[in-house]
């Protein structure tokens, strides 16, 4: 990675900075404070025009040993210092593919949309996966984002990309291939009934012998519902299952 300026491109650039009303700006930080506070997700809030981080909320397995004023005082800085060198082209990447995405969504829709993608970061000696889901909290009347909410989380898969653009409400997203250069139209799995119930009653702790006897089936077959999760969701376990299905809105 060069500069944090990799990251602060044309396709984003904010011009019509005469609309930035900064006497809001804490009003956006404290209910992102709350949002991190009541739901313990870990969230931070970018400002495009000043290009640097308003909130970073304090989580210690995401910060890599920081604190959140230091995270704050880095900015992008961190990207270039706490992910491995080889993925840090991906982000730049899938940063001017998302934007380019971005700029041809109607004005109207663009605060329904996020994206998605999994990366590593450097915690000591150990490689952490994260999540990134990106959206928009204010934008300018020509459609550039000046401030936007990342949220943080523990990635379900077992390596980096997953690039992804999902609309709030719709089952379709569209996901981009990195070797192609292109996004590409996917749709959200969609679990059944009995995987629905499944998956409920094992947020609520229950085990898989006292779920068959909750909804009246054999172990066996609750067992092959639990598979289809897994595969459905292209997890390992069922912990991931959840934290998949709640993050996708799927339950």
Known sequence: M????????????VKL????DYSR?????????AFSRSTYQSVYIIDYFRQNFLYVSPNPMFLCGLSPERM????????????????????????KAGFSFYNDIPLNERKDWYISY?????????????????????????????LALCVVSASTH???????????????????????????KRQMPVLTD?????????????????IADLICLSPVTVKKYRQRIFEKLDVRNISEAIVAAT????L
């Open 118 to 146: 999994d990366f590593h970061i450097l915690n000591e000696s150990r490689r952490i996966l994260v999540n990134h889901k990106l959206t928009p909290l204010a934008l300018t009347s020509d459609g550039r984002i000046w």
């Open 72 to 95: 704050t005082a880095l900015g992008y800085r961190f990207y270039s210092g706490y992910v491995p060198e080889e993925e840090q082209p991906m982000l730049l990447t899938l940063n």
């Open 247 to 250: 993050n996708n809105k799927l």
């Open 194 to 210: 009995g995987e629905k119930s499944v998956l409920v009653l094992s947020i609520q702790g229950y085990t898989m012998t006292e």
């Open 25 to 33: 700006v804490s009003e956006y930080v404290r209910s992102a404070e």
């Open 2 to 13: 060069k500069t944090t300026d990799d990251f602060f491109i044309p396709d984003n650039e």
């Open 17 to 20: 900075y005469e609309e930035l």
């Open 158 to 184: 077992t390596d980096a990309g997953h690039i992804e653009m999902h609309r709030i409400g719709s089952s379709d997203f569209f996901e981009y291939n990195l070797t192609t250069r292109r996004w590409n």
